[in-house]
């Protein structure tokens, strides 16, 4: 909007406001304006948290010093995506269909995050969405993404490919060409990867859900994802950078790096308010939409591969649960980790919770720059 107001019918007459032109400039302004917003309104949106009585509901079977927690106000993700998207509708270039994308993609999780944790306080329990219920609901949204995407491919705006690390010149589509008399461009072609967008998307959501356990722990790893994609956004847009790193250059997407800066800027003013100990909780309404937010940018920009690296720490949390589960059932109640996700087995190993959440902060940092190195070994 106020890109569309200083630059575009302002610059004309207003010389000075070619500066708005600028992708780096936005961007700081953008994250600033994230980062204001947080802290302006934390203190209001906590309060009114605690007038409507919404507060944590704690697993019972989770570690008994978590208890204490019980009453925190949560749902303290209401302030992450408004300070998120806020920014980002001001300073961004919206006649960009990829701004739009990211938009609902944050929007559409937080609604499915919003709803689990409404029925938990309307139950007064740590159950709200049935674990079925929550996927089938996070696939119609990534479906869409799909959907979205597969329209932009066949205008000539997005490209299908697969990006592979350390392998510049292998970039297998994920589309089928011909698969008897299915041609190229009918949407059954395109089912292979709707159903890629749709795994990595949904994965990458839970996974920050499922990191969301200790005061900050969730909040500290995505301002580190969000700067490495940051990065990854800028470069991939910048037609010198990308043709230096070889790397599939995308104009329209240069846009997105307004998103992730207000994603930075936005973590860190909640961050403000939900470090240990924790003044509120962000709540399923903020973990699903942040995952589900990375999730599109990787994919938006053909990065998915590299998620493992720019969220490893929410990677390792989710595969904890999948192994715990998985020995759980097939090794006769068997477990791997003393609980998890893995955050809860170092809790329960006598590490605190500040330092817990201080090294995983410092292995998410080590991932994502491991993840930034990628760039140039490819």
Known sequence: MLYWL??????????????????TFRTVFASLTALLIGLLIGPFVIERLREFQIGQYVREDGPQSHLKKGGTPTMGGILICISILIPTLLWSDLSNPFVWLVVFSTTAFGAIGFTDDYIKTVRRQSKGLSARGKLVLQFLASACIAA?????????????????????????????????????????????????????????SNAVNLTDGLDGLAIGCTIIAAGALTVLTYVSGH???????????????SELTIFCGSMVGASIGFLWYNAHPAE?????????????????????????????????????EA???????????????????????????????????????ARFWILALVFALLALTTLKLR
Request: no cysteine.
């Open 280 to 316: 509120v909780f962000m709540g399923d309404v903020g973990s699903l939409a942040l995952g589900g937010a990375i999730g599109t940018v990787a994919v938006i920009i053909k990065q998915e591969l590299l998620l493992p690296f720019i969220g490893g720490v929410f990677i390792l």
């Open 148 to 204: 979205a995407l597969v329209v932009m491919d066949m205008r000539g705006g997005y490209s299908t490919r697969l990006v592979v690390p350390f392998a510049k010149r292998f970039r297998p589509d994920l589309v089928w060409g011909w698969m008897g008399h299915i041609p190229h461009m009918h949407w059954l072609a395109f089912l292979p990867f709707a159903l890629f967008v749709m795994l990595v998307v949904t994965f990458s």
């Open 6 to 23: 200083l630059y575009q019918k302002l610059f004309p007459y207003f010389r000075l406001f070619r500066i708005f032109h600028y992708l």
């Open 239 to 253: 037609v010198v950078f990308s043709d230096y790193l070889e790397l599939q250059r995308m104009p329209m997407v």
């Open 319 to 357: 595969v904890s649960v999948m192994l715990q589960v998985g020995s759980y059932k097939l090794r006769n109640k068997k477990r791997i980790f003393r609980m998890a996700p893995l955050h809860h087995h170092f809790e329960l190993g006598g590490w605190s919770e500040s330092k817990v959440i």
